[in-house]
């Protein structure tokens, strides 16, 4: 399993960003497909998921009602739109996915199995 991470920059507090994670590998119909951050001397935390399959998605709630999370099953892409980023959302982002995930534990980072290399995203005030 391969995940291509994408799309972080530099933005104003009040802008937007969309992040994509590109899945590669195998099949993912079963996957879970998540986004964590991890800000500099911060534990990574949980941001977004969703199955592959569809369903309603999973949001944490410092981004409920800004952050969206789809994914574009014809290119194996999942996205994470990100409006009035704030500047306590500057971190790495990163993508994982895992095949096993249940309800109890698709917000705790140690249960995905895959994940992608980071995208940087800073939001300045």
């Known amino acids: 399993v391969q995940l291509q991470a994408s799309g972080g920059g530099l933005v104003q507090a009040g802008g937007s960003l969309r992040l994509s994670c590109a899945a590669s590998?195998?099949?993912?119909?079963?996957?879970?497909m998540g986004w964590f951050r991890q800000a500099p001397g911060k534990e990574r935390e949980f941001v977004a998921a969703i199955r592959w399959r569809g369903g309603t998605p999973w949001y944490a709630d410092s981004v409920k009602g800004r952050f969206t999370i789809s994914r574009d099953n014809a290119k194996n892409t999942v996205h994470l739109q990100m409006n009035s980023l704030k500047p306590e959302d500057t971190a790495v982002y990163y993508c994982a996915a895992d095949p096993t995930l249940i309800t109890t534990t698709i917000k705790l980072s140690g249960a995905y199995d895959h994940w992608g290399q980071g995208t940087l995203v800073t939001v300045s005030s």
């Open positions: 590998g195998r099949t993912f119909s079963n996957y879970v």
